[in-house]
């Protein structure tokens, strides 16, 4: 039973538009999300957070919106540059782990 | 400060053999997850090491096995290897035990042949 989900596999963007990855969650017990950025051949980094007590945080060009009804929350990139491409992965904090959705892949195209 | 690192890069092994990867936690941190990453998929959670005892466990079976040194660096055994254990494999520290945010390494591809 896949707990974060993506349902995106893949998504092409122009440069200096406006990405939008979206993550949906089951478990309303979550409360607090995170993004993670991911290059081939190299670890997860951390992009981004959010908890459940917020709707929006930001940071330089990365925002992330946490609907709580909807159990939906989505990672903005604006603008984008063609070094954000990579496969991004929504997580939930559980009690001692993370549970990650099955990744976007977010291709900028100059 | 030192990042997470992990060894070896890659391995080949086959089915039946036993095997070892290591893990150096960030400098500070304290705790050390483990997780498996199949093609296509998320990482998934295996163990989480805290003060060298495993403090939570994902859906791995028993011959899925760590251990914490004293200086926080870790091992993930795995025992007669089978060929869906062919993922790459990332160890995330943290500074405290239960949650923050986890520093990854760049992973340990594991092939079974």
């Known amino acids: 039973d896949q707990q974060v989900k993506q349902n995106s596999p893949s998504l092409s963007v122009q440069e200096g538009r406006i990405s939008i990855l979206n993550c949906d969650y089951t478990n309303s017990m979550f409360d607090y999300f995170l993004w993670y950025k991911k290059y081939p051949a190299e670890g997860p980094t951390f992009l981004i957070s959010?908890?459940?007590?917020?709707d929006k945080n930001e940071d330089g060009r990365f925002t992330v919106f946490l609907n709580k009804s909807a159990k939906h929350l989505s990672l903005h990139i604006v603008p984008s540059q063609p070094g954000d491409s990579a496969v991004y992965f929504c997580?939930?904090?559980?009690?001692?782990?993370?549970?990650f959705g099955t990744g976007t892949r977010l291709k900028v195209l100059a | 400060e030192t990042g997470v690192t992990q060894s070896p890069t890659h391995l080949i092994k086959t089915r039946g053999q036993q095997v070892t990867l290591r893990c150096s936690s960030q400098?500070?941190?304290?705790?050390v997850s483990w997780y498996q990453q199949a093609l296509g998929q998320g990482p998934q959670f295996i163990f989480q090491y805290y003060r060298e005892e495993e403090n939570g466990r994902g859906n791995f079976p028993p011959r899925f096995s760590g251990l914490q040194f004293p200086n926080y660096s870790s091992e993930l055994n795995v025992n007669a290897l089978e060929l869906d254990d062919s993922a790459l494999y990332l160890c995330a520290s943290s500074r405290y035990e239960g949650i923050s945010e986890q520093y990854f390494g760049p992973g340990t591809r594991l092939t079974v042949t």
């Open positions: 959010i908890s459940s007590i917020k």
């Open positions: 400098s500070g941190h304290n705790t």
């Open positions: 997580a939930a904090k559980g009690t001692y782990k993370y549970i």
